[in-house]
């Protein structure tokens, strides 16, 4: 079992919708949680990070962290185009290093 | 803004050659990290270093090495390249207390 889990998608939402990103990790001593965002070509980039139980919002993004069920999401809301690309969740899982998922690809419709 | 550079974006080396990347942060960041990027697979941590002079193993340290006698510059050395590390690399960066990650643009390594 990889530690990090995440659909590869695509997902595919139309413009305006909410997208819902899911990952589930192993390591149940996990404290911090991180989304990046990665467009084809680039380097990833921090949208999100979350420690504790619940949702926190910044803009049009949300995580929520579900530590006793060991899962981690993100929604977009009111996807635009320009949000189309891969979508890295990663977890620290007790080193300095983050551990993370394969990514899910996600296409917003126009 | 945390800025980490990547000495090339994109690099074409021969099979045996000995292949230098290296990376830069200007925030004076503790930790340093070298990731490789292949598709399916994600990001695989190679070494990661938390001082000067200090390395550690990550997940996948086979046929490399690094160097770090600066703060700022983390390198990544393949001994001797083969075909397998193909891949894009990218290197990271983090201060003492802080676990958000910040990358350099990366370099794409093809090996013939």
């Known amino acids: 079992q990889k530690e990090v889990e995440q659909n590869s998608g695509p997902l595919s939402v139309p413009e305006g919708a909410i997208a819902s990103l899911n990952c589930t990790y192993s390591d149940r001593g996990s404290q911090s949680f991180f989304w990046y965002r990665q467009y084809s070509g680039k380097s990833p980039e921090l949208i999100m990070f979350?420690?504790?139980?619940g949702d926190k919002e910044d803009g049009r993004f949300t995580a929520q962290l579900n530590k006793a069920s060991q899962y981690v999401s993100l929604l977009i809301r009111d996807s635009q185009p320009s949000d189309s690309a891969t979508y890295l969740c990663a977890v620290n899982t007790g080193r300095r290093a983050l551990t993370f998922g394969s990514g899910t690809r996600l296409q917003v419709q126009p | 803004d945390v800025k980490v550079t990547q000495s090339s974006r994109y690099l074409v080396k021969r099979t045996g050659e000995k292949v230098f990347l290296e990376c830069v942060q200007d925030?004076?960041?503790?930790?340093m990290f070298w990731y490789r990027q292949d598709p399916g697979l994600g990001l695989r941590l190679i070494y990661f270093s938390y001082d000067v002079k200090m390395k550690e193993k990550g997940d996948i340290p086979e046929g490399y090495s690094v160097s770090r006698e600066k703060k700022e510059r983390f390198s990544l050395i393949l001994e001797s390249a083969s075909t397998n590390q193909t891949s894009m690399y990218l290197c990271?960066?983090?201060?003492?207390?802080?676990?958000?990650?910040?990358f350099g643009p990366g370099t794409r390594l093809t090996v013939t």
């Open positions: 990271a960066s983090i201060s003492g207390d802080s676990y958000e990650q910040y």
């Open positions: 925030m004076d960041h503790e930790n």
């Open positions: 979350i420690y504790s139980n």
